[in-house]
């Protein structure tokens, strides 16, 4: 049973940085490309960056630049670490494996100006 659980959410001022993380449990991790996603109010959830199994990140322009995603294999865990956030980047941010139907229950992010 996949199961992803993310952590790292909460109330932020802009300007502020917030390290999410997302441990990985029922999957090979080390072979699995993984992904950050978010769905902000009243939107679709999109694609903010993603990792593959080497390392090799990829990154939207929605957040680039302002987010590193970064993984510990040995922990079984995938990384968000977002800076700079701005008032438009309050949503609920949620891990997936990438290119697959596994998604984590996700973890709200509020960003007040």
């Known amino acids: 049973q996949v199961q992803l659980v993310e952590s790292g959410g909460g109330l932020v001022r802009a300007g502020g940085s917030l390290r999410l993380s997302c441990v990985a449990s029922?999957?090979?991790?080390?072979?699995?490309?993984m992904g950050w996603y978010r769905r902000t109010p009243g939107s679709q959830r999109e694609l903010v960056a993603a990792?593959?199994?080497?390392?090799?990140?990829n990154y939207a322009d929605s957040m680039k630049g302002r987010v590193t995603i970064s993984r510990n294999n040995a922990q079984n865990t995938v990384y968000l670490q977002t800076n700079s956030l701005k008032p438009e980047d309050t949503a609920v941010y949620y891990c997936n494996v990438f290119g697959s139907g596994y998604w984590g229950q996700g973890t709200q992010v509020t960003v007040s100006s």
């Open positions: 990792i593959g199994p080497d390392g090799n990140a």
């Open positions: 029922g999957i090979i991790f080390r072979l699995r490309a």
